[in-house]
């Protein structure tokens, strides 16, 4: 199994621009979320998914978007990057929430 | 609401010191609590976890007991290793197992 992985491993943007970070998992997990992580705020939920069809915000959603049309994908759209969003993103997947969760290698985002 | 505080660092150790990283959190409920470990460049990884007052998790020599009544997931270790080096974060999760609320993280350095 791969895992959580995590495309791409390194973005620089423009402000203004939009992207799409990409997340897979292949263990069948029906449980995915996306965190910021940011220096001395730990990490952050943007948003999750219970399930294929389903997600729902987190503590952060705000200038996200996301959709799950297959238990193994779950993108992270950003619509139009703004420099407050320079941060190392990480996709997460488990069997249920209460499960042990699993987390990608991270994807580090600067918006210049 | 939810919520986890943990002790700021960093910290520094000498090799076989004893460790302890307090954790304490604010939460509605009966939320379970994690410690996870991020290595340098790497995601988090689950290091012990605890899913009802007075459990003790344990892993690679780490513990941490639940404890309801001052709130606390307190990690300690006996004697640190070098490789033990890392940032750990401290979490919990909310009854449903939803959504995940971590600490600022708590960076240790073990020193030969």
């Known amino acids: ?112 | 609401g939810n919520s986890v505080t943990q002790m700021e660092g960093p910290v520094t150790l000498s090799e076989e010191a004893f460790l302890t990283i307090n954790c304490t959190y604010t939460a509605t409920g009966y939320p379970s609590l994690f410690w996870y470990v991020q290595y340098p460049g790497e995601g988090l990884q689950l290091l012990l976890k605890a899913t009802k007052a007075d459990d003790k998790g344990s892993n690679k020599g780490f513990e941490a007991t639940y404890r309801k009544e001052t709130t606390s997931f307190h990690l300690e270790k006996g004697s640190v290793q070098v490789s033990d080096s890392a940032v750990y974060f401290c979490a919990l999760s909310d009854q449903t197992g939803n959504q995940f609320y971590f600490g600022t993280g708590t960076s240790l350095t073990v020193i030969p």
């Open chain 1, 1 to 112: 199994n791969a895992g959580v992985t995590q495309t791409p491993k390194f973005q620089v943007l423009k402000t203004g621009q939009s992207m799409t970070l990409q997340c897979a998992q292949d263990m069948n997990h029906e449980y995915m979320s996306w965190y910021r992580q940011d220096p001395g705020m730990g990490l952050r939920l943007i948003h999750y998914s219970v399930g294929a069809g389903i997600t729902d915000q987190g503590e952060v959603p705000n200038g996200y978007n996301v959709s799950r049309s297959t238990t193994e994908d779950f993108p992270l759209r950003l619509l139009s990057a703004a420099p407050s969003q320079t941060s190392v993103y990480f996709c997460a997947s488990s069997y249920s929430g209460l499960g042990r969760v699993f987390f990608g290698p991270g994807t580090r985002l600067t918006v210049l």
